[in-house]
């Protein structure tokens, strides 16, 4: 809920940047429709937090898995039977070896 609210706070931010950029309090000032389209053309063509917010988030979830993966395999290297990650105790399990 947070997160969706500062996304909303960022992109009412740079939408009013945008108006100060092009002179205007309102899109109601633009008076004709092409200067509408060019407002609004520059605001999908410039607006990328939510793009950006998302390949953060994967990275970020990427990179936590990949430590936790590291965190296991260290355990079972060390023959330990489990293993701690952010502040957690996990157990190893083993995957079965095939005959």
């Known amino acids: ?7 909303k706070d960022r992109y009412r931010k740079f ?3 945008v108006m100060d950029k092009f002179g205007i309090e309102s899109p109601a ?3 004709s429709d092409k200067q509408k389209k060019k407002f609004f053309d520059y605001i999908e063509k ?9 390949e953060r988030s994967r ?6 898995a990949n ?10 290297w060390e023959g330990k039977d489990e293993f701690e990650f952010n502040g957690k105790v996990y157990p190893v399990i083993k995957v079965a070896e095939e005959n």
């Open 1 to 7: 809920m947070l997160r969706e609210q500062d996304e």
């Open 15 to 17: 939408f009013n940047d």
């Open 29 to 31: 000032d633009l008076s």
């Open 46 to 54: 410039h607006w990328t937090g939510s793009k950006v917010e998302e």
């Open 59 to 64: 990275e970020s979830i990427v990179s936590e």
């Open 67 to 76: 430590a936790f993966l590291k965190a296991r395999a260290a355990a079972i």
